[in-house]
């Protein structure tokens, strides 16, 4: 028999209207349920953690992919990572989510917990110079990505999802400065300037940009897209491609496979819309790692 938890991000324009569609549909739910409401940031990884190992068989994250990405890293270190992990998409992005054809109603989303319908995804495991180590499910990048998403974590997010990001992207491209980088593969290596570098599971980030047309969640490698030394004006005269989901032919884009990276940078890097730290070590993919609420991916 099922044993679900709801871990639902605490902002109250996700939680209040969870709670009233939740109210609505929760007596479909075989088997028990709980909801549990975050009040910081991590608190979704404690609980996630908790809740494993209190033998919960389902944990769903209420959010974006930034709650998503807690819960991930909470049952990985857990002594449950069977624990099936699923998505309602209510946050700021949801990039995870247009992996799938996941819904942001809940019916559907209940339908798939009753079947005990899941698939196997990877994800990455990037170790930080400190030997601190966490799990990613989408995306991590270097560069500009790094700046908005700080942008956008500082925001109040007043305006919607997509104009929150574009917002982000229009003032970095005022501030940012492109990065010196060298990377290492059992294959390639690539050293120079960068705008961005994105190591990617799933093919989507910034809110619906398809920067990784190729990648797949399922896969033996990461899609890597390495935006060279490129100008601002040079970026946004290809974001509409970016966003259509076409690889872009230009001589400092380069397009890779990879399942080991290591990554040598004094700059930062950020995981499904969360920033980790600096000077990365390492990035490798973990196949199959974790039991995902959803059917094939698309």
């Known amino acids: 028999m099922n044993k679900t938890a709801f871990i639902v991000h605490g902002r109250r324009s996700i939680a209040q209207p969870f709670k009233r569609t939740f109210q609505k549909n929760s007596r479909s739910i075989e088997g028990e349920y709980a909801v549990f409401i975050t009040s910081e940031r991590g608190h979704g990884k404690s609980l996630a953690t908790e809740?494993?190992?209190?033998?919960?068989?389902?944990?769903?994250?209420?959010?974006?992919?930034?709650?998503?990405?807690?819960?991930?890293?909470?049952?990985?270190i857990s002594d449950n990572p069977n624990c099936v992990v699923g998505l309602l998409p209510a946050g700021t992005a949801n990039d995870y989510a247009k992996n799938f054809t996941l819904e942001k109603k809940l019916a559907p989303l209940i339908h798939n917990l009753n079947a005990k319908t899941s698939t196997k995804v990877n994800l990455g495991k990037i170790t930080l110079s400190d030997n601190t180590a966490e799990y990613f499910i989408n995306i991590a990048d270097m560069g500009l990505g790094v700046d908005v998403v700080q942008r956008v974590n500082r925001s109040k997010k007043l305006l919607g999802s997509n104009l929150t990001f574009t917002k982000a992207i229009l003032e970095s491209f005022f501030h940012f400065k492109n990065q010196e980088v060298n990377v290492k593969t059992s294959d390639w290596s690539w050293e120079g300037r960068i705008n961005s570098l994105v190591v990617a599971n799933g093919k989507y980030f910034g809110s619906g940009m398809c920067i990784a047309?190729?990648?797949?969640?399922?896969?033996?490698?990461?899609?890597?897209?390495?935006?060279?030394?490129?100008?601002?004006?040079?970026?946004?005269?290809h974001i509409g491609k970016i966003k259509r989901?076409?690889?872009?032919?230009?001589?400092?884009?380069?397009?890779?496979?990879?399942?080991?990276l290591e990554i040598n940078s004094a700059h930062g890097i950020e995981a499904d819309g969360e920033y980790l730290g600096n000077n990365p070590t390492s990035i490798r993919l973990i196949p199959k790692k974790l039991n995902f609420l959803a059917n094939q991916p698309l």
Do not use: C, W
Request: no cysteine; net charge negative; hydrophobic share 40%.
């Open 245 to 260: 989901g076409q690889k872009i032919d230009h001589p400092e884009i380069y397009y890779h496979r990879a399942n080991f």
């Open 51 to 76: 809740l494993a190992h209190d033998g919960y068989t389902h944990v769903i994250a209420v959010g974006g992919d930034g709650t998503l990405h807690e819960v991930v890293n909470g049952i990985i």
């Open 213 to 237: 047309p190729e990648a797949d969640i399922q896969g033996d490698n990461f899609a890597v897209v390495i935006i060279g030394d490129v100008s601002m004006r040079d970026y946004l005269n």
